[in-house]
């Protein structure tokens, strides 16, 4: 039986009230069920982030950990180079996506600021991972099919006592063997220790626009667009 973890806050303490979100899809409900780690992968759009945070926020919640910690890959600097400040002020444009999901699971646009101030989320790239040790916490690793096997190595070697992980990724969007990620998910396989679950298009909650375009997407692919050239404006055939 996991451990409940030791802490001296609660997010009820903070006036945070956590929505009870419910799965709308089997794949949704998979991942909610899952005691395990998790890798989820699959279609954009159809709530892998949104559900792993949320589990933590429920174990949080629980008092089965601490906080929530949230990585994602380090940026190269030609990217980010446009970007005032410092790396760890430019990594900060990357925090969005977790406020607008804080926002919706608290109903308050405050929401992340607090639980950030007091420590219950962090945020970093995998810049500054090394030397650290991640204990009673849950670990959301996005966008994990942009992370080399160093990236994600680093990673999963940081996890300490009583600590949960969940990667979440498109890996249509990656070369899983240029990048080392088929290799790191037979390591992960080979643990015993993952639940993995595929997202598809039916899973897509985001919006219709969303589901319709991979859909058209998949099929332009597939047929290489031949058919749709006539109803494209003049010019773009």
């Known amino acids: 039986m996991r451990h409940m973890a030791k802490r001296h ?8 009230e956590l929505k009870e979100m419910y799965p709308l899809t089997i794949n949704q409900e998979l991942a909610f069920r899952s005691s395990k780690n998790m ?5 954009a759009g159809s709530g892998k982030s949104f559900i792993s945070i949320y589990k933590a926020f429920k ?8 906080n929530l910690v949230i990585i994602r890959s380090a940026v190269p600097s030609r ?15 990357y925090e969005e996506p977790y406020k607008d999901i804080a926002i919706e699971l608290f109903g308050r ?3 992340y600021a607090i639980l ?12 500054f991972l090394r030397g650290m040790t991640l204990r009673d916490s849950v670990i959301v690793v996005d966008e994990c099919q942009n992370m080399t096997f160093a990236e994600l190595d680093t990673i999963i070697t940081r996890l300490g006592s009583n600590s949960l992980i969940y990667f979440c990724g498109d890996f249509n969007q990656t070369d899983l063997n240029k990048n080392g990620m088929r290799e790191f998910l037979h390591i992960l396989n080979a643990t015993q220790l993952f639940d993995f679950i595929e997202f598809d298009i039916e899973d897509i909650v985001r919006s219709g626009l969303v589901k319709q375009y991979l859909i058209a997407k998949d099929f332009y692919s597939n047929n290489e667009g031949s058919s749709q050239q006539q109803n494209l404006p003049r010019g773009y055939a």
């Open 59 to 66: 174990a949080i919640n629980y008092g089965a950990y601490n």
């Open 9 to 16: 806050k609660t997010i009820a303490a903070l006036n945070l």
């Open 39 to 43: 890798v989820l992968y699959g279609s």
């Open 109 to 111: 646009g405050d929401a």
């Open 79 to 93: 990217d980010m180079g446009f970007l005032p400040g410092t790396e760890k002020e430019k990594s900060a444009v």
């Open 116 to 127: 950030k101030q007091k420590d219950m989320i962090q945020f970093m790239t995998t810049s």
